[in-house]
């Protein structure tokens, strides 16, 4: 069954190093999606992306995160220089059409020290 | 600004009853509902969704119940599993290219046996 890989599962980081969350969309998604999910916190909304460029973000998504879709499959989320705040699981997601459910990678356990 | 609400946190059902967790929106522009479910450390999983156009839709053991001049949707789960023991947001989305799921902050069921 296909799905959404995401990689690494945990990392670690020095506050204000630079990072950037790999995911691999399943392949004929066109919608792609970062949500990011502070420890007993609900699941946020941070951007959505479609015809190589953002179409939705979030007062979250500030000049700090940027996206990528380098190569046509993978699907990477940047944060320029981390935060202590940033500390969270960031999840990434696809879905083919609109009207249709999204598909959620396992997620990446990002901790900032 | 909450869109989705889940107003309670927590549920606890005995096993082979029914469990019925609620979300209400305010958006009245959302079109599209879904129910996740969600262990620890692990992405959303999707379970059932419904679009606007209808108000019931079932899918094994799940169905989602949605009233929209009351901006409600429910999901009814029975007979409840103690697998089915996790944390289910509702996620609402409205009939746009590439637009976000919005989730809810979630409900955390247990089903005891």
């Known amino acids: 069954e296909p799905e959404v890989t995401q990689t690494p599962s945990h990392q670690v980081t020095q506050m204000g190093q630079e990072v950037i969350l790999r995911c691999v969309p399943i392949?004929?998604?066109?919608?792609f999606y970062w949500y990011r999910q502070i420890l007993g916190q609900k699941v946020e909304f941070l951007v959505s992306?479609?015809?190589?460029?953002?179409?939705?973000k979030s007062e979250i998504f500030d000049d700090q995160f940027s996206v990528e879709r380098p190569d046509g499959s993978n699907f990477t989320l940047k944060i320029r220089s981390t935060k202590l705040e940033d500390s969270a699981m960031y999840f990434c997601?696809?879905?083919?059409?609109?009207?249709?459910?999204?598909?959620f990678g396992q997620g990446t356990r990002l901790t900032v020290v | 600004d909450q869109q989705v609400k889940q107003n309670s946190p927590s549920l606890s059902v005995q096993e082979g009853r029914i469990s019925i967790l609620n979300c209400d929106y305010t958006?009245?522009?959302?079109?599209?509902f879904l129910w996740y479910k969600k262990y620890p450390a692990e992405g959303p999983t999707f379970l059932i969704s419904i679009s606007s156009i209808k108000d019931k839709n079932e899918d094994g053991r799940f169905t989602v119940f949605l009233n929209k001049s009351a901006k409600h949707l429910s999901l009814h789960i029975v007979p409840s599993q103690p697998g089915d023991s996790a944390v289910y947001f509702c996620?609402?989305?409205?009939?746009?290219?590439?637009?976000?799921?919005?989730f809810g902050k979630g409900t955390t069921l247990s089903v005891s046996s």
């Open positions: 997601a696809s879905r083919s059409s609109r009207n249709t459910e999204a598909f």
């Open positions: 992306f479609y015809n190589n460029e953002i179409s939705e």
């Open positions: 958006n009245s522009m959302f079109d599209y």
């Open positions: 392949s004929n998604h066109l919608y």
């Open positions: 996620a609402a989305s409205t009939n746009q290219a590439g637009t976000a799921l919005i």
